[in-house]
């Protein structure tokens, strides 16, 4: 029985990310529906945990960000030096 509740847990936990990261658009309007759903009933912690995070520079994940000063630098290589 326990078993058939973890599986059923990870299933639902993975069809979730599949949502988000598929149709983003549809799944920050259906969590932010559900978080004021809950916000409306007092569950605010749970309304909180569902409230879909705000977007950042242009808003297509393409990773470019809302200032040029956060730009990602990559970090020089250094030799290892054995002792």
Do not use: R, Y
């Amino acid at each position: 029985m326990i078993e058939v509740v973890i599986v059923a847990a990870l299933v639902l936990w993975s069809a979730v990310v599949v949502f988000k990261k598929v149709f983003p658009q549809t799944a920050n309007s259906v969590f932010m529906q559900l978080s004021t759903a809950c916000a409306k009933q007092g569950w605010l912690t749970l309304a909180k945990w569902l409230k879909p995070a705000t977007v950042l520079g242009c808003g297509g994940s393409c990773g470019c960000s809302a200032t040029e000063d956060s730009a990602q630098k990559k970090p020089e290589v250094q030799a290892v030096k054995w002792k």
